[in-house]
């Protein structure tokens, strides 16, 4: 409750809506950045994972033959 009275004496009743607006929008683009970030590093360990399976089933056709 102080917090509050305290940033409505220091913004003033006008400004808090335009302060909470851009701590919004703040928050929204770090959690787009950190989806972002957390869908790259899964595409590259699935990419990995993919590459050696086929190099373990290429290895593994060129010896049967």
Not at 3 to 23: D, N, Q, T
Not at 48 to 62: I, K
Request: hydrophobic share 35%.
């Amino acid at each position: 409750m102080f917090i509050v009275l305290i940033i409505v004496l220091l913004f003033g009743g006008k400004k808090i809506p335009e302060l909470m607006r851009g701590l919004g929008k703040g928050i929204r683009e770090f959690n787009d950045a950190k989806n972002n970030v957390r869908r790259e590093i899964e595409d590259g360990i699935s990419e990995r994972e993919r590459t050696a399976a086929t190099s373990t089933n290429t290895t593994s056709t060129s010896t049967q033959q």
